[in-house]
């Protein structure tokens, strides 16, 4: 990796990463995907940066964002550099509030991307609490199971798609909303989120469930009230051409991350580990990816993909535990648990029911990462067989 050179300090661009978050083993850093897009040789390069200074398995968040973690601290400026180069971090002051999560499909990536830059666009939406959250999702989409603050719902007719006709999409509130042309729905969402910020009286107030029920009401002034129905999550395996893989325990390894980055269709698309463990090869493709909030990943045209992705080790069909085994990050990595949670959760992997109700394991009653579906929590397993028996228990619970 070349010296940063003084004109382009990724410290410059990227001010946030000067304080990053540290746990009990080290630095960790969070990069932000708007709806989970990016192109797989940078998820490659991503690897290659968390192998080369920190944990080698990047950590996919229940956001839809990629953290690295076991950083030293202070970041070496070599890091913030390179990340800064990665280009994932175009505004360095609104980069905690670019919390978008999105359905796969690629019909939303221009809405996402509107969403995104209306975002930037504007200094006072850098205001945003970190924990608010923006969904972007198609009718009935599985997003909007997710705990977001503000939604919109794509509700273009199929027959409308791809010609000079305009869509309709839906902006959700508080269990109201509007109908509005798709081209407007951006930035009807980023008022309300200016207005959540104007109506608020306590900077500690994150989300807009967490306001008054009057100033609730005035956030959407044309809203009318509004049922919203939502989709389970989708599967491991094919979806048309595309395949969604799923990554055990949210921990994509270098090995993962070179598999998705080589790239089908090119003579020269071949990608290998390094003796460092950086991503090496060269891809004339880039295929486009979407980092889910549940642990997966779609991949664009990998329908046929299947093994050679299973064999660097993500879960490609819906037989498996992993579809309903989760767990916090617990020791030795949080100094909150003497737990060591995936430890036990990988014993306990053999054992789990695919079939049965999804179980979440963690380390203590801060339940990090837990699914937004029904689940069972599992605090401080003493042993895996205490996980699987947990599986069956009565005590389910709902984020
Ligand atoms: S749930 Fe508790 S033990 Fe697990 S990662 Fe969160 S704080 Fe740590």
Redesign the pocket.
């Given at each position: 990796m070349s010296t940063p050179s003084p004109s382009r300090s990724g410290a410059d661009r990227c001010p946030g990463l000067l304080a990053p978050f540290v746990s009990a083993d080290g630095a960790i850093v969070r990069l932000r995907l708007p709806g989970g897009r990016m192109g797989a040789a940078t998820v490659g390069e991503i690897s290659s940066l968390a192998a080369r200074f920190g944990d080698p398995d990047v950590t996919l968040t229940s956001r839809g964002s990629l953290q690295l973690r076991g950083l030293p601290d202070p970041l070496p400026r070599e890091l913030i550099t390179a990340i800064g180069d990665l280009g994932l971090i175009p505004s360095g002051a609104h980069d905690k509030a670019r919390n978008i999560i999105a359905d796969p499909e690629e019909s939303l990536d221009d809405l996402v991307g509107t969403l995104d830059a209306g975002l930037l666009a504007d200094p006072v939406l850098a205001g945003l609490p970190g924990r608010f959250l923006f969904a972007v999702a198609g009718v009935c989409g599985p997003v909007l199971g997710e705990p977001w603050d503000i939604a919109i719902v794509d509700e273009t007719l199929p027959e409308v798609r791809g010609t000079s006709l305009e869509g309709a999409a839906r902006v959700v509130v508080d269990g109201h909303s509007v109908l509005v042309p798709r081209n407007e729905a951006a930035e009807a969402a980023l008022n309300v989120a200016r207005r959540f910020l104007d109506s608020r009286s306590d900077p500690r107030t994150w989300n807009i469930r967490d306001l008054p029920a009057d100033a609730r009401a005035t956030l959407l002034p044309e809203g009318t009230p509004f049922v919203m129905a939502a989709r389970e999550p989708p599967l491991p395996g094919p979806v048309g051409d595309d395949l969604m893989v799923l990554v055990p325990l949210g921990l994509l390894t270098p090995e993962m991350a070179a598999a998705l980055a080589t790239s089908r269709g090119s003579s020269q698309g071949s990608s290998h580990l390094d003796d460092r463990g950086d991503v090496r090869g060269s891809t004339h493709l880039d295929p486009r990816v979407v980092v889910t909030p549940w642990r997966s990943i779609l991949v664009s045209g990998g329908a046929d993909r299947a093994d050679e992705l299973a064999a660097a080790g993500f879960v490609t069909s819906p037989d498996s535990p992993w579809t309903v085994l989760t767990a916090?990050?617990?020791a030795p990595s949080?100094a909150?648990?003497d737990t060591p949670?995936r430890e036990l959760a990988r014993a306990a992997a053999p054992l789990i029911d695919p079939t049965g109700p999804p179980v979440h394991v963690?380390?203590?009653e801060?339940?990090?990462g837990r699914p937004a579906r029904a689940h069972t929590l599992v605090v401080n397993p003493s042993t895996a067989a205490d996980i699987v028996a947990a599986q069956h228990s009565p005590r389910h619970e709902k984020a």
């Open positions: 916090c990050a617990g949080c909150r648990t949670t963690i380390g203590c801060r339940s990090c």
